[in-house]
């Protein structure tokens, strides 16, 4: 296991998927309880003075997106969670999905992240340390989220792989569709890089053979997808929407291919399904 998120966090893609989760988030509290579960948490907080500052992907995100004029509202929502958690001012921490989740959960929330990494897994239980109902568990998320949703009523699910393995897309199809087949309330939102086209068509294509309806794809477009080596661009994909999704979705990454994509840059929002 290799992949390290500490040199990612804060990139144009923790944007995307900051931002979303955080507006389905809110979302979903309007409308009662939620019960969140995480099946690939993190270290839940990161300090980007260490190994961000040698990837630089966090100045050409976050430390953009904290300079930036006229950030839409949603934009606007993760700046402020980020700049709560700077309150000396600069872009020193950057939260991950436990932390920015747990910072929003009333007392009848939950929020249970699972990590597979041991180092890894114990920043995470120091991160959410001051959330009582909020929790990091050991092990593989893919089965530890589709046995806690078992016990949950209209969970949602966050799904997040490194994607180092080649199974993956595979795992995140199968345990989507195993949470939605279980519980059709559910709402489950997968990130996934955008490389070049045909993987990310052959995961949506496994979503609707496994009978998933009702998919939102979300993609943010840096660049042309033409180079399979390379990040160009990442994507969310929700199945079963909350209504107003497709609007939160499109100032997301509208925003965020205008702000920090190049000429060749395109925002997309569809239905899958
Ligand atoms: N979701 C986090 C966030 O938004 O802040 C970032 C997660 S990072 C992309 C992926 C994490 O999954 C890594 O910390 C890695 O160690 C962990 N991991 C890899 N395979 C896993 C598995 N099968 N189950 C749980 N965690 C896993």
Request: net charge negative.
């Amino acid at each position: 296991m290799n992949y390290r998120h500490s040199f990612h966090a804060g990139n144009f893609a923790d944007l995307v998927k900051h931002a979303l989760v955080l507006w389905l988030l809110k979302e979903r509290q309007a409308r009662g309880s939620v019960a969140v579960l995480d099946t690939h948490a993190g270290a839940g907080l990161y300090d980007l003075s260490g190994d961000a500052v040698r990837s630089r992907e966090a100045e050409a995100g976050v430390a953009r997106l904290m300079t930036a004029e006229a950030r839409p509202p949603l934009i606007e929502a993760l700046a402020a969670e980020v700049a709560a958690l700077n309150p000396q001012g600069g872009v020193r921490f950057y939260p991950g999905s436990p932390v920015l989740v747990a910072r929003a959960l009333r007392p009848e929330d939950s929020y249970r992240g699972f990590e597979l990494n041991p180092p890894v897994e114990a920043l995470l239980q120091e991160a959410l340390a001051t959330w009582p109902n909020a929790t990091g568990q050991a092990g593989d998320g893919y089965e530890g989220a589709q046995r806690a949703a078992r016990g949950l009523k209209s969970p949602l699910v966050l799904i997040d792989p490194p994607f180092e393995r080649p199974d993956d897309y595979v795992r995140s199809a199968e345990t989507a569709a195993a949470v939605v087949r279980a519980d059709p309330t559910a709402t489950v939102a997968i990130w996934t890089p955008l490389k070049d086209l045909e993987t990310f068509d052959g995961f949506i294509r496994r979503l609707e053979k496994a009978g998933l309806a009702r998919v939102l794809v979300a993609e943010a477009r840096l660049r042309p997808l033409n180079n399979p080596m390379k990040m160009n661009g990442c994507a969310m994909t929700v199945v079963n929407p909350p209504s107003g999704a497709e609007a939160a979705a499109a100032e997301i990454c509208g925003w965020t291919v205008q702000a920090l994509g190049d000429a060749g840059g395109r925002a997309e929002v569809w239905r899958a399904g």
